[in-house]
């Protein structure tokens, strides 16, 4: 049973309900249901259901009018975070509403008023029952005077909404959660799988389906980071060294005909005096006529005999005579 009364809590709620039982059923936990249905035969599930999908339309609004700038991406990354389990359950402790919450035995010896899963449900389901009652300005006004009173920004990770962007952005895919339920002890235990594809990306267990899908999508984030990062580092090992520059080539010379010397000779030169000294045009040479040598001349045509000098060296003889 719970521990404070229904009118107090409709004080603080700042709505006066038309049809009490409909706040009653939005407090009743279906243990509480099937352990004392003479009280409240009916539970919350139903209006949280119903208070879910006005909790959707109202944070959509407001984001709406707020960010009239901000795309539908941001949009839905913005209101996931205002309606999550951690936001619902801070609205709710704010209210004090655990202490209204009719329970099943077990569950309220086990600290069930406290738990963060059902404060947020019962949220829900008590703005689904002032919906019905008072109408959407009552429903919008329940919600968004507390959310706008929380003493600072909501701190839960979206991880959801963070893995549905980036599943979407690299595959094209929406990711679907694969969960089930398995009790270990006193409290139940649910495992969350969640797939791109026929690929799964993480697997997360908690004490709720929302919890163990939330784990299961911060498990597939970690992994597709780790992905990207070690397919980063493969491209770069593979990435081919870049090719040597080919030397740009420098000014050609057509020197063969204009210098006269050798290889080794214009290299010293370009070195010693620079391209534009090898590259002025030499003035040119005069050409050298080249004499053919004199083949000596016979001494006998060249020389004239000298006549013969009247000296010792010639003797003059008469001719003879005839008769002695």
Same mark, same amino acid.
């Given at each position: 049973?719970?521990? %404070?009364?229904?009118?107090? =809590?409709?004080?603080?709620? /700042?709505? *006066?309900? #038309?049809?009490?039982?409909? +706040?009653?059923?939005? !407090?009743?936990?279906?243990?509480?249901?099937?352990?004392?249905?003479?009280?409240?035969?009916?539970?919350?599930?139903?209006?949280?259901?119903?208070?879910?999908?006005?909790?959707?339309?109202?944070?959509?609004?407001?984001?709406?009018?707020?960010?009239?700038?901000?795309?539908?991406?941001?949009?839905?990354?913005?209101?996931?975070?205002?309606?999550?389990?951690?936001?619902?359950?801070?609205?709710?402790?704010?209210? %004090?509403?655990?202490?209204? =919450?009719?329970?099943?035995? /077990?569950? *309220?010896? #086990?600290?069930?008023?406290? +738990?963060?899963?059902? !404060?947020?449900?019962?949220?829900?389901?008590?703005?689904?029952?002032?919906?019905?009652?008072?109408?959407?300005?009552?429903?919008?006004?329940?919600?968004?005077?507390?959310?706008?009173?929380?003493?600072?920004?909501?701190?839960?990770?979206?991880?959801?909404?963070?893995?549905?962007?980036?599943?979407?952005?690299?595959?094209?895919?929406?990711?679907?959660?694969?969960?089930?339920?398995?009790?270990?002890?006193?409290?139940?235990?649910?495992?969350?799988?969640?797939?791109?594809?026929?690929?799964?990306? #993480?697997?997360?267990?908690?004490?709720?389906?929302?919890?163990?899908?939330?784990?299961?999508?911060?498990?597939?984030?970690?992994?597709?980071?780790?992905?990207?990062?070690?397919?980063?580092?493969?491209?770069?090992?593979?990435?081919?060294?870049?090719?040597?520059?080919?030397?740009?080539?420098?000014?050609?010379?057509?020197?063969?005909?204009?210098?006269?010397?050798?290889?080794?000779?214009?290299?010293?030169?370009?070195?010693?005096?620079?391209?534009?000294?090898?590259?002025?045009?030499?003035?040119?040479?005069?050409?050298?006529?080249?004499?053919?040598?004199?083949?000596?001349?016979?001494?006998?045509?060249?020389?004239?005999?000298?006549?013969?000098?009247?000296?010792?060296?010639?003797?003059?003889?008469?001719?003879?005579?005839?008769?002695?």
């Amino acid at each position: 049973m719970p521990t %404070g009364r229904l009118e107090e =809590l409709e004080e603080k709620i /700042g709505v *006066a309900f #038309g049809d009490p039982a409909l +706040l009653r059923e939005a !407090l009743t936990h279906s243990s509480f249901a099937n352990e004392s249905p003479q009280i409240s035969p009916r539970d919350n599930e139903r209006l949280e259901y119903l208070g879910d999908a006005v909790l959707q339309l109202i944070t959509a609004e407001y984001l709406f009018k707020l960010r009239p700038g901000s795309k539908e991406g941001e949009m839905t990354q913005l209101r996931s975070a205002m309606v999550n389990t951690n936001t619902l359950a801070a609205l709710a402790e704010e209210l %004090g509403l655990g202490d209204y =919450l009719f329970l099943g035995k /077990g569950i *309220a010896k #086990g600290g069930g008023r406290g +738990l963060k899963s059902l !404060l947020a449900n019962a949220f829900e389901a008590v703005l689904g029952a002032i919906f019905l009652d008072a109408g959407y300005d009552a429903a919008y006004h329940y919600y968004l005077d507390r959310f706008r009173s929380l003493p600072e920004p909501v701190q839960d990770e979206n991880f959801k909404g963070r893995l549905q962007q980036v599943v979407q952005e690299r595959f094209g895919l929406t990711p679907y959660y694969d969960s089930a339920g398995a009790r270990g002890g006193r409290q139940r235990e649910y495992t969350a799988v969640v797939y791109a594809g026929a690929d799964p990306l #993480g697997t997360g267990h908690g004490a709720t389906k929302q919890a163990a899908e939330q784990e299961a999508a911060r498990s597939a984030l970690s992994e597709l980071d780790r992905r990207a990062a070690s397919s980063k580092g493969v491209r770069q090992r593979r990435r081919p060294a870049p090719e040597p520059e080919a030397p740009k080539p420098e000014a050609v010379m057509d020197t063969e005909a204009d210098v006269d010397s050798t290889a080794l000779d214009k290299a010293v030169a370009l070195a010693e005096y620079g391209t534009s000294e090898v590259l002025a045009e030499p003035e040119p040479k005069p050409r050298r006529r080249s004499r053919r040598p004199r083949q000596p001349a016979d001494q006998s045509a060249a020389t004239p005999q000298a006549e013969p000098a009247w000296g010792a060296e010639h003797e003059f003889t008469e001719a003879p005579t005839g008769g002695a």
